[in-house]
């Protein structure tokens, strides 16, 4: 059908358009984020584009659902101020039978969603949490930067080099200050060498000083050395939290129905959910007041997406609390709104009101 192809053509302009604008605007907050985890050294500077990257990945099916919303409520608005629904009314058809060219547009976007929500969503927080533990627990030679004081692992030491050398396993000019339950050293040298003995890694330091500060007695007690070695010990290589409900698989997740485990599949399945209840809702709710402002139907859309939205992650809050069961949680919240947006859409098919009911009653009385 003419129309039919007329208007899947204008939806995908307007739903192109308006994703290409919240990825820009979605990156941009993520990078400014990440960068700010990578200032308070909880990320690598070098792995700022990959966390962004996986950050935005995982946001996808948000971006995607809200996109599909906005594409739906713009079209349909410029629709009912060019007058072209009064055509479409007039030639006999209903608001109902707009939904059929709506959902064979939309089908292949919210299948994209269901595909993202429960498989790609928790394998990029999965990349997110391996990249963060990969940097938090690389050993202390590998934190030290040149020309910076670099905190150790467990927190007790501070490093410092001078500046680069040619052999990345030497560096001149290093200080150590280490402070533990006995008191504090301070060790600084002209020149460093990373060596390996017996599967350790040793941390050789030539001519230097010890200057050593002890909680049990009174004064410092400084020495001088030609040589002097000290462990730096290798952190073992991060695994994935699997305990983490974010970052396990959705079959796992079904696997182990604690309440946290349930609240995640909820909303992993309820982003699925309503994506297709916004179709439903965007049909049923857009209309055009010619004295009204053009942006109202816009406003009243991303107000609605917002509420929808906040109410999923309450109720998953609830779930995870165990205040609620998973399948009352989705019944109550994604069951209600698919029986509000039918009954909006027939209440508008069907040209109900509330005047005209009341005149109804008030005829029949």
């Known amino acids: 059908m003419l129309f039919d192809s007329s208007i899947r053509k204008e939806l995908a302009r307007s739903f ?19 960068m700010g985890q990578a200032a308070r050294g909880n990320v690598s500077p070098s792995d700022v ?21 906005v594409a739906i409520v713009g079209t349909l608005s410029r629709m009912y101020r060019d007058s072209e629904m009064v055509i479409w009314f007039a030639s006999g058809r209903g608001l109902s039978s707009l939904l059929p060219p709506l959902l064979r547009f939309g ?20 990349q997110i949490l391996e990249l963060r533990v990969q940097y938090e627990q690389r050993s202390d030679i590998d934190r030290i930067s040149p020309g910076e004081f670099q905190e150790s692992a467990n927190g007790r ?19 150590i200050m280490t402070t533990d339950e006995q008191g504090e050293t301070v060790t600084s040298a002209r020149s460093a060498r990373l060596e390996v003995r017996g599967g350790e890694r040793m941390l050789l330091l030539s001519q230097g000083q010890r200057l050593e500060t002890r909680h049990d007695r009174t004064g410092t007690r400084l020495s001088q050395f030609d040589e002097y070695s000290t462990r730096i010990g290798d952190a073992p290589a991060g695994a994935t939290d699997e305990s983490q409900a974010k970052t ?14 349930l609240a995640e599949l909820g909303w992993r399945l309820g982003l699925a959910l309503a994506a297709f209840n ?14 009204a402002s053009r942006s109202g139907n816009l406003m009243l859309a991303l107000f609605t997406f917002i509420v929808y939205y906040n109410f999923m992650t309450l109720g998953q809050g609830w779930v995870a609390s165990g205040r609620l069961g998973l399948g009352t949680y989705m019944g109550l919240l994604h069951g209600s709104m698919l029986l509000l947006g039918a009954c909006v859409l027939a209440a508008r098919h069907n040209q109900w009101s509330l005047a005209g009911l009341l005149r109804t009653r008030g005829a029949g009385a």
């Open 16 to 34: 192109g358009a308006t994703l290409v604008v919240l990825v820009t605007v979605v990156m941009t907050m993520m990078l400014i984020r990440t």
């Open 49 to 69: 584009m990959l966390v962004m990257g996986f950050t935005v990945l995982g946001q996808l099916p948000t971006i995607l659902s809200l996109s599909l919303f």
């Open 107 to 126: 089908w292949p976007v919210m299948l994209a969603v269901a595909v993202l929500s429960v498989g790609v969503w928790p394998w990029a927080n999965r």
């Open 157 to 175: 030491r501070v490093f410092f080099i001078d500046k680069d050398s040619p052999d990345p396993q030497s560096a001149s000019n290093v200080f």
């Open 248 to 261: 396990r698989s959705t079959l796992r997740l079904l696997e182990d129905p604690q309440p946290v485990y």
């Open 278 to 291: 916004l179709v439903l809702l965007a049909l049923g709710l857009v209309s055009v007041n010619p004295r």
